[in-house]
């Protein structure tokens, strides 16, 4: 007989998030995801930034894992493919995930699962949740995002209690989203998107917060500092390490970076204390 998802989420359990969040959809539905389980009476969660953790070091023992990324390229992003990857062996852990988009995706569900089937896990749940757009924006349409987000919050509220009501469910994997989940894990997809879409830094607008280079997740983003001061311009080191997660463009409080020769508008969904401590501004 088929277990049901509702054997798997228990209050008894912990709740382990790892997420990845660029501009902010991504941690918004999760915030509103462990809202919907406080009230149910799950009080036992936890938040973990990918790009701050070791997966070989995550603890299994009477968890519940849960993944929140966004779609990138049809997929999402390397850090994301190479943290599922490195996850230790499942012990038939159950697991769920949810991903933010602004259209469609293809290439991660399917893909993904078959990675955790394959390591030990019970996928109990996935779910992808149209967000507004937060890339190459050239105009900001506050009405329409405020009404995307608004159906987005709903849908992640109804995934949430189909999680806790044992109804949620993991679309099977086929053979076109493996293909497709290529894309998005191909470097030369990167390396096109970033000829096209390069970033500057504009050193007239920069006030060397250091806001750009916390925020990025691969280190690619340095300068130099005296008495923990930032006293040089920011550099991106490595331009072929970029992620294109958006992060230092959305968050600039000056604005000072751009992407060369194009007219784009920054957008972020949540806060910035709120992207960097999660586990604090959240929970």
Known sequence: MKKNNKNYFSKEKIISFYIFSGTGNTLLIVKNIIKILKKNGFSKIEIHRIEKIRPENIKLNNRIIGLAFPVAFQGTYPIIWNF?????????????????????????VGPIKKILKKKGYIPIGAKEIKMPNNILIKKLNNDKISEKIKKGLKKSEKYALNLINGKSKWKRVILISSLISLISKAKVTYKLFRKYYKFEIINDKCIKCGICIRLCPVQNITGEFRNNKLISYPIYKTPSECISCQRCFSFCPERAIIYKGKNFIPYHAVKLNELEQPEKYIL
């Open 84 to 108: 599922v990857k490195s996850l230790p062996e499942g012990k038939n852990t159950p697991i769920f995930m949810v991903d933010t988009l602004d259209t469609f995706s293809g290439g991660v």
